[in-house]
Every structure is written in structure tokens, then in C-alpha cells.
């Protein structure tokens, strides 16, 4: 009886093994982490953004436009998850659900001026209160005009 309930457990850990891999995010760490495209550290946390690879490996940016840097020369293809610091409350957003406003007077570390948002109502609420902004959707960053602005 005690070696069928083992072969029982046995395969229950094994099957549940199987599942959907999730990829989570993680705390960024500001003695070490610099960002994967401009090289500088992470100071400015609440602007930080994170893709989770396939393989577990995760790649750390400072600001939303190095992240799209990153994806319009690698690709999406070895990628689990990505996240963005939601800019009315500091938490970790998904960035293809996120809604993003941009302003040219809007500061962000590289000076691209494009924040996220959780919802389109933090995001309107946040034009309401710091200034007007254009709002955008995950798509729209894939045609956005990425430089640094000034």
C-alpha cells in the first residue's frame, strides 16, 4: 500500500510540473542592476522595466523606450513576461496590457517622456492633474518615434 501511495505521489510531482511556466517579476536591485540598452543604473526605480526570458533569465531597463529598444532588436520570441512600473502606484504592470501616456515635458530617465499606467483611468487622471499627454496603447509604442526627445 506504502509504494502505490508513493508512486502516486511521484507522479502527481511530476504532472504538476507540467503546467504553464509563469514568469513573474522581481525586485530590482539598485547596487547592481544597470539597464540592458543605455548601461546606467537603475536609480529611478518607479520607472524601471523588466522582460522575464523564456529560460528564466530576466533583463532590466531604466526607462519604457530602452525596454521597446530591446524588444525592436531581439525580438519577442524568447520572451516569458515583460513589466513596467505603473506610474500611479509603483507597482510591476504588464507592458502589452498597460496603457501609456506621453508628453515631451514628462520627465522619465531617458527622456523619452512616456509613462504606463495600469488602466485608462489612472491615465487620464494623471493628464488631469500633471498635464495634458497623448495616450497610447502597446501597439502604438512599436511605431513610436523613440528618440530622445528634449
Known amino acids: 500500500m506504502t509504494r502505490w501511495i508513493a508512486i502516486l505521489v511521484i507522479c502527481s510531482t511530476i504532472?504538476?510540473?507540467?503546467?504553464?511556466?509563469?514568469?513573474?517579476?522581481?525586485?530590482?536591485?539598485?547596487?547592481?542592476?544597470?539597464?540592458?540598452?543605455?548601461n546606467m543604473s537603475i536609480v529611478h526605480h518607479e520607472y524601471a522595466g523588466q522582460i522575464v526570458l523564456t529560460n528564466g533569465d530576466y533583463k532590466i531597463f531604466d526607462d519604457i523606450g530602452c525596454l521597446m529598444d530591446y524588444l525592436a532588436l531581439n525580438g519577442e520570441d524568447e520572451i516569458g513576461a515583460a513589466y513596467i512600473k505603473n506610474k500611479a502606484n509603483n507597482?510591476?504592470?504588464?507592458?502589452?496590457?498597460?496603457?501609456?501616456?506621453?508628453?515631451?515635458?514628462?520627465?522619465?530617465?531617458?527622456?523619452?517622456?512616456v509613462l504606463a499606467f495600469a488602466t485608462k483611468d489612472e491615465a487620464q487622471e494623471w493628464m488631469t492633474n500633471e498635464g495634458e499627454g497623448q495616450l497610447l496603447a502597446y501597439q502604438d509604442l512599436l511605431t513610436f518615434n523613440w528618440g530622445i526627445h528634449e
Open 15 to 38: 504532472l504538476g510540473g507540467c503546467g504553464e511556466k509563469t514568469y513573474n517579476p522581481r525586485d530590482i536591485i539598485r547596487e547592481t542592476d544597470i539597464c540592458e540598452i543605455c
Open 91 to 113: 507597482e510591476w504592470i504588464d507592458v502589452y496590457k498597460a496603457t501609456y501616456v506621453y508628453n515631451a515635458g514628462y520627465w522619465t530617465p531617458m527622456n523619452y517622456g
